[in-house]
T-cell receptor, first 115, second 116 residues
Framework: KQEVTQIPAALSVPEGENLVLNCSFT??????LQWFRQDPGKGLTSLLL?????REQTSGRLNASLDKSSGRSTLYIAASQPGDSATYLC??????????????FGTGTRLTIIP | EPEVTQTPSHQVTQMGQEVILRCVPI?????FYWYRQILGQKVEFLVS????????KSEIFDDQFSVERPDGSNFTLKIRSTKLEDSAMYFC??????????????FGSGTRLTVV
């Protein structure tokens, strides 16, 4: 059974700093890994998707890396801003034990950028 | 960019009442899903739907839950007799059949269900 874990659960950093969020998954047989942002009480906004054949993806100040063999992904945020404050979720797309495609979410990292 | 649309955004219902949550997935997607997130907890899988039938359901998705695609565009989640513990944010999602697509799963903005 796929398990996805994110460390740390919460992180506070001063504005302007670079930071790294971590995601690990137990089953390396994934199709891709997606990073989402969730603001309090709101929906899920897709940030980056990294295919299993890729090592990294970039969008603006965000960079996601993937090491499938070790079951890890990181989300790097450069020059953090107060508007980056949110919960960040990673999710692995994989085949379930019942042979169906599924997305399994991590536990999330709650990020606070201090002005 | 195509969107998944969910209605209503917030629903309050009395315990024991039936609710129907509605979703319009992206038109060329073939796989549809419901997920839920209890306040402060993980986003968890409820059910997947493909080719007009349930392909997989979690242990949460008991006989009180059902899904339907009544026409070519809507996808609904029905809870027959709501319980207090059904209070959560419910997300609908659809996915591109091409796993190499850069869109992946697209989620709706969610329906916040409050059972009182």
């Amino acid at each position: 059974k796929q398990e996805v874990t994110q460390i740390p659960a919460a992180l506070s950093v001063p504005e302007g700093e670079n930071l790294v969020l971590n995601c690990s998954f137990t089953d390396s047989a994934i199709y891709n890994l997606q990073w989402f942002r969730q603001d309090p009480g709101k929906g899920l906004t897709s940030l980056l998707l990294i295919q299993s054949s890729q090592r990294e993806q970039t969008s603006g100040r965000l960079n996601a890396s993937l090491d499938k063999s070790s079951g890890r992904s990181t989300l790097y945020i450069a020059a953090s801003q107060p508007g980056d404050s949110a919960t960040y979720l990673c999710a692995a797309r994989h085949i379930s034990n019942f042979g169906n495609e599924k997305l399994t979410f991590g536990t999330g990292t709650r990020l606070t950028i201090i002005p | 960019e195509p969107e998944v649309t969910q209605t209503p955004s917030h629903q309050v219902t009395q315990m024991g009442q039936e609710v129907i949550l509605r979703c319009v997935p992206i038109s060329n997607h073939l796989y549809f899903y419901w997920y839920r997130q209890i306040l402060g907890q993980k986003v968890e899988f409820l059910v997947s739907f493909y080719n007009n039938e349930i392909s997989e359901k979690s242990e949460i998705f008991d006989d009180q839950f059902s899904v339907e695609r009544p026409d070519g565009s809507n996808f609904t989640l029905k809870i027959r007799s709501t319980k207090l513990e059904d209070s959560a944010m419910y997300f609908c999602a659809s996915s591109d059949p091409d796993r190499r697509s850069n869109y992946g799963y697209t989620f709706g903005s969610g329906t916040r269900l409050t059972v009182v």
